[in-house]
């Protein structure tokens, strides 16, 4: 497993934080966007990705956490602007590995985003008991509306979703959740002054609409399955 750690991000929606980024491999084979119209594959930070996947730049995973560990208290970060969590070989979520860099974070306010399957048994433990940790959020990523609404039953983690470009503000899902389009997107503040993704608690569902090269064609994709 390869990381790269960015401690200041160029990129203005972040804010001058720490960023990570994770190697291709860590994407489960269940996200829809995988290898199709993911953002992070295209532009400067899809040649940082491939960089980072073929060991060119970064740190093994064990490396990756003594740094974060080493963050000052209370440290606002962002891990993955690409990739996702520690992966076994049958394609679930590392239980261990997602344990070590939580462990490392607790002192720090930082947050991530999963597209693994919490159906599933096995991730939906290692999420549950990852973000017991506390320090850390692991957000469930969803793919439509719906799928919003049966993660937020769940009750193991905060949501977000991906929406068509032009999702008007007010949306909500069909149980009655409520979206708050990414602030970063309508707006010019930072993940640094937002942190929304970072709490654990909250019970809005933060939204992302489609952007990057791929912007129309996942647009017309989401607008179909939500």
């Known amino acids: 497993m390869w990381v790269s750690l960015t401690i200041k991000s160029g990129n203005?929606?972040?804010g001058q934080i720490p960023v990570s980024?994770?190697?291709?491999?860590?994407c489960?084979?269940?996200?829809?966007?995988?290898?199709?119209?993911?953002?992070?594959?295209?532009g400067p930070l899809g040649l940082h990705w491939s960089k980072v996947q073929q060991g060119?730049?970064?740190?093994?995973w064990t490396a990756f956490c003594r740094r974060v560990a080493q963050f000052?208290?209370?440290q606002l970060w962002r891990h993955n602007q690409a990739g996702d969590l520690p992966q076994t070989k049958n394609g679930k979520i590392h239980k261990s590995k997602t344990k070590q860099l939580c462990r490392a974070a607790s002192h720090t306010k930082g947050w991530t985003y999963t597209h693994y399957d919490p159906n599933d048994p096995h991730n939906r433990e290692a999420i549950e008991s990852a973000n017991k940790i506390g320090g850390f959020t692991i957000n469930l990523s969803a793919d439509s509306l719906t799928e919003a609404d049966q993660y937020v039953k769940m009750g193991i983690a905060p949501?977000?979703?991906?929406v068509p470009e032009n999702t008007p503000k007010g949306t909500k899902t069909p149980d009655g959740n409520v979206l708050v389009i990414c602030p970063?997107?309508?707006?010019?503040i930072s993940c640094e002054e937002c942190r929304l993704c970072q709490v654990k608690t909250r019970k809005s569902i933060v939204a992302f609409r489609a952007h990057g090269i791929a912007t129309k064609r996942l647009s017309e994709k989401l607008t179909v399955s939500s």
């Open 12 to 14: 203005k929606k972040a």
């Open 21 to 26: 980024t994770t190697e291709k491999k860590s």
């Open 28 to 42: 489960p084979n269940e996200c829809p966007l995988k290898d199709t119209d993911c953002y992070a594959r295209f």
């Open 56 to 60: 060119m730049r970064g740190d093994n």
């Open 72 to 74: 000052a208290i209370g």
């Open 159 to 162: 949501v977000t979703v991906t």
């Open 184 to 188: 970063a997107q309508t707006t010019d």
